[in-house]
Nanobody
């Protein structure tokens, strides 16, 4: 199983960015996908997660209403659309996958497949 994130970069406060998580070696229909982030000097925190069916979605309080996770069963990537970005959203963003769960989860320890991460910097 291999996960690769893309779409990171520099964006101004209030701007938008879309991250993609491409997976190989797995069928997304059977995996829960989560997005996590780690800011400098802080621990990794859950951002959002989507169930294998796409019918259950979870957001962290800090991102709900601004971030949108989505998946297209006909295509591979899982997306994280980030709007109204704030400087405190600056972090390395990771996608992760776990098989066999029915619901999305933001518990880091439940995931066993991780991408290398992509840097998102929100700054003017």
């Amino acid at each position: 199983v291999k996960l690769v994130e893309s779409g990171g970069g520099l964006v101004q406060p209030g701007g938008s960015m879309r991250l993609s998580c491409a997976a190989s070696g797995l069928t997304l229909d059977y995996y829960v996908i989560g997005w996590f982030r780690q800011a400098p000097g802080k621990g990794r925190e859950g951002v959002s997660s989507i169930s294998s069916s796409g019918g259950n979605i979870v957001y962290a309080d800090s991102t709900e209403g601004r971030f949108t996770i989505s998946k297209d069963h006909a295509k591979n990537p899982v997306y994280l659309q980030m709007d109204s970005l704030k400087p405190e959203d600056t972090a390395v963003y990771y996608c992760a996958a776990v098989e066999g769960f029915l619901y999305g989860t933001l518990r880091e320890y439940e995931y066993d497949n991780w991408g290398p991460g992509t840097q998102v910097t929100v700054s003017s």
